[in-house]
């Protein structure tokens, strides 16, 4: 069974400061990885994708990857109210001409102005 | 990214009656996905719709209480059927991108509540 875990928080940061998002997977053989963004009432957006260990920054955010581990974290510096969110990791294995999307429960994260 | 229109957004029905649930694509997509995303709960796939194709349904899953129709490359439904209210959730359609489909664009939602 594939398991995705997550903090559920809530995770609450001041404005300014640097809000690290952590996610565990349970498969080995997994892939790629993605983080979503998911506003209350609204769907998930893809904010971030990562395939190799190490990090990836992409504006403000930055995921990081450690496969050995099976970790991947989002960091977002200068975090902003309008950040404030619910954050969703997700894990995929590749393999035999499918693949299966595991989501996490999600980090709701209050951006504190 | 594709633009993913979903319809209706929101919708209160009766036990034991069906819902469909709408999807419209704005690019042609092999694959469309049916998602649940039930309060404090991960999204879940319901099922994989292939244009020309039987949907392929995940575990817990079945044909007979979420049926899916996918005419064509732009559009697909989803019916919830027989509902009861363990069916009240968050219904997405989403289409992937990249090699394996595996960046996934959402469309916008189908509150459902079931009384």
């Known amino acids: 069974q594939k398991e995705v875990e997550q903090n559920s928080g809530p995770l609450s940061v001041p404005e300014g400061a640097i809000a690290s998002l952590n996610c565990t997977y349970s498969?080995?053989?997994?892939?790629?990885f993605f983080w979503y963004r998911q506003y209350s009432g609204k769907s998930p957006e893809l904010i971030m994708s990562?395939?190799?260990?190490g990090d990836k920054e992409d504006g403000r955010f930055t995921a990081q990857l450690n496969k050995a581990s099976q970790y991947v974290s989002l960091l977002i510096r200068d975090s902003q109210p309008s950040d404030s969110a619910t954050y969703l990791c997700a894990v995929i294995l590749l393999g035999a001409g499918s693949y299966q999307l595991t989501f996490g429960k999600g980090t709701k994260l209050s951006v504190i102005p | 990214s594709a633009v993913i229109s979903q319809k209706p957004s929101r919708d209160i029905c009766q036990r034991g009656t069906s819902l469909t649930i709408q999807c419209q694509v704005d690019?042609?997509?092999?694959?469309m996905f049916w998602y649940r995303q039930q309060p404090g709960q991960s999204l879940t796939l319901i099922a994989t719709?292939?244009?020309?194709?039987?949907?392929?349904?995940e575990s817990g899953f079945v044909i007979d209480k979420f049926p899916i129709s996918r005419p064509n490359l732009t559009f697909s439904t989803l019916t919830v059927s027989n509902m009861s209210p363990e069916d009240s959730s968050i219904y997405l359609c989403s289409v992937g991108e990249g090699p394996t489909n595996e960046k996934l664009f959402f469309g916008s939602g189908t509150q459902l509540s079931v009384l």
């Open positions: 498969d080995r053989g997994s892939q790629s």
């Open positions: 690019s042609q997509v092999t694959m």
């Open positions: 990562i395939y190799s260990n």
């Open positions: 719709a292939n244009q020309g194709s039987e949907a392929t349904y």
